[in-house]
């Protein structure tokens, strides 16, 4: 180029006109360019233009890793210079992809689509589908507009986060972008994003605890965290709002495995700020935590989110009202009276062993990240709640059904008792709260029963509107979580407590409270017969002891511990200096380091532009000079063996394409025309040659249904006669015991019911008819109707398809022709002498082929066509006159020929070639010899002008 085209001002106009004409790659590849360049560094407003337009055609080509690489060196221009132009350009950058996957849905009429995965949306089904269909459906039209722009707003929100992990002056931008992706995933249900998202989040927050935790580390790895400035107040802030609405979004998408990762997320960001966050933030945090854990059926950790919601709104908010406060306090009751009560079983049990053992680790862990008490508890968080007061806010029917649950409860009035009170809760915990009941109630059966019958189980959970079924299976979960032993006898009807010897926990007990209350006993006795006394003044003596010690005990510690501390900051004082020490170094070293190779960088980069312009131009040349070989199927050594491509002329090679296209296409016109003439011969030769087979063929056929005709007939005699023979038997016999003169009373009689069944079925057959007439009335008119829009159709159909015939004979007719002239002209001059006419027509003197006219070739006609009349004949069958009278079917050409059919005057046999009438024989085979032979006239007819015939 003549002008520097990298300079801003320059690319940008350069990149407008290359658009204009329609060379959008270039003006992308311009623009990136002046992008990457070095010369000109410094940021102004012209960079902002550019940056906005590359974007522009970036989003009109949906080129997702053009706008990475794009922002990514935007990015590296304006990060300490412009921040707020990065801003101005990530916020365009965002809206119009979201405006574009807002115009492609309103385009598309699906809702929805079925693609689980964005990133793998062309799957080998899609694929072949697409191939495959031809109509715009709406599944087409999604997969060609919504799905790609979906892809590409997910391209973007990826290329912006990943842009501004480490970028704390546009954090906030970081945050919103986060916020906007979640909502993407959440309004479109897309799963697979949002976990990718989440992982994704999770890196940066990773790489930002390991590689930029504290100052030093920031410094070593400055490279990798650049424009970070380390965690602050508000960047701590920032990131607990997006966990927390991650949280949010993870419950809406019933993603909780993803829920509980951002729990430790927010754990690990909580532990970097010695300062707790705001109020407000905990407890939208908590309130989430209880939808999270209620809906994963986690209820002891439901309970205790509920908890510290209360705790958080009654101690900060002061304007909750005390109807809230109840509510909420409530609601702790009722979560608290959720979970399931303690296990029972013996020490060897897996369940309070191995599975106990992981349970309480995995609870343990939870609680730390959460922030509640070290061993959480079901009975540890009723007694705190009870210790603290809490129960007494809660309503009157949750305070009443604590009590009936936790502190009394007859089995046999249990379910009475608080079915009222269950009435009245929040129609969330009433089913819990019914487990809980029949739980609750079968421990205390099991503890006073060893059978109970099904029939009386459930007279006591009447009430409760659960079947046994329902009871079955909280049975089943309340064994298998070892709250009760018991088993269900469904051939006794009954329900069995305990595991085998003694029966209840209660009894198994016994022994060992005995043992205690002697143990107790004993002790007391034994206490009775000690020195009171002595042992009073001896402990007095001690106390004594240690109080007078105290003083000197005191001092010695507040003197150790100021040597430690004077030690500590003489070592931590040394070590500041050592590190400030080491530091200049470094900063020297670096500083000396960046200046070498910032000149080393401009140096490369100026032989590397020089270089590159030559490149470009010498490439295009090339590749088109390439093109047009390839196409040519030529190579550059076919030019010579020290040809270049520089030296080869590209406008020669065009023309030579041409001229090879337009040598391709005679040949194989050429080649067409020849083997249709050679495919003409062979066929008619064929068609001779297998004439007297087929001829052989027929007089076999004769025999052998003559041969089949003699054998039926004298079957059928011979039966006929047997018939005869044993009915004239039975006619005797019934004429001997006179079965005859009472067949007219039987006949009357028969006759009679007959009729009138007969009388019935006339009239039922009357309406029939006269239903099906109007059925068929209107199934003939409709198919009348279908029959005009049909032959309409045809008429229409015909017309054209004569058209084209008509242009297609003509266009032959005129080849023909010329064909002809030149063939006459080569034989003029190839034969001297007087040349032999044939037909009406001046040919040629050689033999024309079979089947041609006077006046050129004629078309090829199978054997069955006629050859009078001057044009081709309809299809006779052998039955058929060749008179040309109508088909007749072998049934009935006996009586029109005289001769007999099987079943008419005579039984003789007669085969087909000798039935017609007159004895003019219809021999197809012999017809379609004299056909195929050539008739005389013009186009193969017989009355052309009696021409010679020759016999092939």
Known sequence: MSYNANKPENALIRAKELVKIHQIPSALSLLYEVLIARKYKTWSLTYEQIALYYLDLCIEGKKSREVKDGLHQYRNLTQ??????????????????????????????AETSDVTDLENSATPESILMSTMTSSHTSEVVQRETVLPALKFLW????????????????????????????????????????????????????NLHKFGATAALREQNANKLKGWDGWTYESIEMHLNTRFEQLSVAGEMEQYSEGFRTVENIYEIMQLSRKQPRSKIMATYYEKLTNIFWVSGNHLFHSYAWYKYFVLCRDHNKSMTSETLTLLATNVLLSAMCIPSGRVGKKGDIVNTEAEEKRKEKDGRMANLLGFSSDPTRAALLSELENKGIIELCTEESRELYKILEKRGNPLTLVG?????????????????????????????????????????????????????????????????????????????CLKFGAGGMESERLKGQLVMLAKALTNIVEEKINDDLDVE?????????????????????????????????????????KQAEEAKKEAERVADLAQKKKEAEERVKQEARNREKEKQIKIFNE??????????????????????????????????????????????????????????RLDYVTRAIRIEELPLREKQRQENDERLKKEHENGMEKQLKAEKQKWTKQSEKKKIFEAIGVFKYMPDFEAKIMAERKKVHEDDCKKAEEDAKNAAMDAKIERAKLARDDAIRQARDEEERKEREAKERKAAEAEQALRKKQEAEQAEKDSWITAGPTKTR????????????????????????????????????????????????????????????????????????????????????????RAFSSSRGSQGGGGGGGGGGGERRNW
């Open 839 to 926: 037909g009406g027509g001046g040919g040629s003197s050689l033999p024309p082929p079979p089947s041609s006219g006077g006046g050129g070739m004629g078309a090829y006609r199978p054997p069955t066509t006629s050859s009078s009349g001057g044009g081709m004949g309809a299809y006779r069958p052998p039955g058929a006159s060749q008179g040309g009278g109508a088909y007749m079917p072998p049934s009935a050409r006996g009586s029109a020929s005289g001769s007999g059919y099987p079943g008419a005057s005579s039984n003789k046999y007669e085969p087909p070639s000798s039935r017609n009438q007159g004895g003019d024989q219809d021999d197809k085979f012999s």
């Open 80 to 109: 300490s210079s412009a921040p707020g132009s990065l801003e101005k350009v990530i916020g365009y950058l965002v809206g119009r992809a979201e405006q574009l996957v807002a115009d492609a849905k309103a385009a598309s009429p």
């Open 534 to 574: 002595g042992l009073v003044e001896d402990r007095a003596r001690f106390f004594a002891q240690v109080k007078a010690g105290l003083d000197d005990e005191n001092a010695k510690c507040l003197e150790r511990k100021t040597t430690i501390e004077k030690r500590k900051e003489e070592w931590e004082r040394a």
């Open 620 to 677: 295009m040349e090339n590749t088109k000079k390439k093109a047009l070989l390839a196409k040519l199927g030529k190579k550059l050594a076919d030019y010579g063996a020290e040809a270049s491509l520089a030296e080869l002329d590209a406008d020669a090679l065009a023309r030579e394409h041409m001229s090879l296209i337009q040598k391709k296409k005679d040949d194989t016109e050429s080649k067409t025309k020849e083997g249709a003439k």
């Open 417 to 493: 008792s608080c079915l009222p009170l269950i009435q009245n809760i929040e129609e969330k915990f009433k089913p819990r709260i019914r487990t809980v009941v029949v739980t609750k109630l079968l421990k205390g059966l099991g503890a006073v029963y060893s059978t109970i019958t099904i029939e009386g189980l459930m007279s006591l959970c009447e009430g409760l509107e659960m079947s046994f079924s329902g009871i079955e299976e909280i049975l089943y979960e309340a064994v298998t979580e070892g709250l009760i032993k018991v088993r269900v006898d469904h051939r006794g009807g």
């Open 155 to 206: 391209e973007v929100y990826r290329s912006v986060l990943d842009i501004l992990k480490t970028h704390s002056r546009l954090a906030s931008v970081y945050h919103a972008t986060a916020s906007a992706a979640f909502k993407f995933c959440s309004s479109n249900s897309r799963k697979t994003e949002f976990r990718r998202l989440c992982d994704m989040l999770r890196s940066h927050l990773s």
